[in-house]
């Protein structure tokens, strides 16, 4: 259902002539965040903080989050795999394709999909997403970059794709992506967002450990007390910041969708 059926394309992509791609998976999940909340438009007002004491040091209430899972662009290992005379198996990918880019339509279709989905959840929230993540992968953040311009990209933990515990450390994907909008923060050691945690074993488990439980957890052990510091600062209401929901846009895979969605 996340899925649907893609459309038959025929078109460049780089160097490869696709035959099929995936690319409609971003808009056809952006059409499910419309019609279907409980796997798109995810509301976790009832698995939020339940009051316990966060690693910041104070007391969270309950607070409502409404946050959309989009899947990735077509990336470079979905070619592959749509080319009939280059049949990679799946172990021969993973080796010589650990952590691939978007190809050239993938690129061109992340950013018109972004286009329609950014006013889609302008419809639904009222206002724009408050904060937008993606997995550690170089197409999913990509995919972020190419759907919402105007936002900075913050690489997650547990969100990535199975078996991507095989590529480079965070170091190597600075040196393909080098723009200021995108922040390592949440997977990176020592962060001041952090408060000084010491997150480096997390960088490994943010590629090879796809969890929603884990990455509940860390969302309201670490991303919600960051960004209700980040609106009290702005707004000086501590009040107005718990009862107005976050809403938080996380660009992951279909494996993730799929098995925990």
């Known amino acids: 259902l996340l899925f ?7 078109q460049f992509c780089g160097l490869c002539r696709v035959a099929k791609m995936t690319i409609g998976c971003v ?10 909340p409980l796997a798109g438009l995810r509301s976790v007002q ?20 409404q946050l959309a899972f989009v899947r990735h662009g077509h990336g470079c290992h979905n070619a592959l795999k749509s080319q009939s005379k280059f ?8 080796k010589e394709y650990v952590d691939p880019p978007l190809t050239d339509c993938g690129r061109k279709y992340s950013s018109l999909n972004g286009a329609a989905l950014r006013v889609k959840l302008n419809g639904i929230w009222g206002g724009e997403a408050d904060f937008v993540g993606a997995s550690s992968m170089l197409h999913a953040i990509e995919t972020g970059l190419d759907m919402f311009p105007d936002a ?16 480079s450390g965070i170091a190597d994907q600075r040196q393909w992506i080098n723009t200021s909008r995108v922040r390592w ?13 010491d997150f480096r074993k997390v960088v490994d488990q943010a590629r090879g450990t796809p969890s929603y439980h884990s990455f509940k957890w860390f969302l309201e ?15 000086g209401d501590a009040a ?17 969708m799929y098995h925990f969605l």
Request: aromatic share 12%; net charge neutral.
């Open 46 to 65: 009832e698995e939020s903080v339940n009051g316990r004491p966060q690693a910041s040091g104070f007391q969270q209430k309950q607070q409502k989050i």
């Open 4 to 10: 649907g059926r893609p459309s038959p394309i025929t």
């Open 27 to 36: 808009w056809i999940f952006a059409a499910l965040t419309c019609a279907t």
């Open 87 to 94: 049949q990679f198996p799946g172990w021969r990918k993973h």
């Open 240 to 256: 107005g910041a718990e009862e107005e929901p976050f809403r938080l846009v996380v660009v992951t895979h279909g494996f993730f």
């Open 185 to 197: 923060d949440y997977v990176d050691g020592g962060s001041e967002r952090l408060n000084t945690t």
């Open 221 to 235: 052990t670490y991303l919600l007390p960051d960004l209700h510091r980040q609106r009290r600062a702005a707004r």
């Open 152 to 167: 900075t990209i913050f690489p997650l933990p547990f969100v990535s794709e199975v078996g991507a515990s095989e590529v």
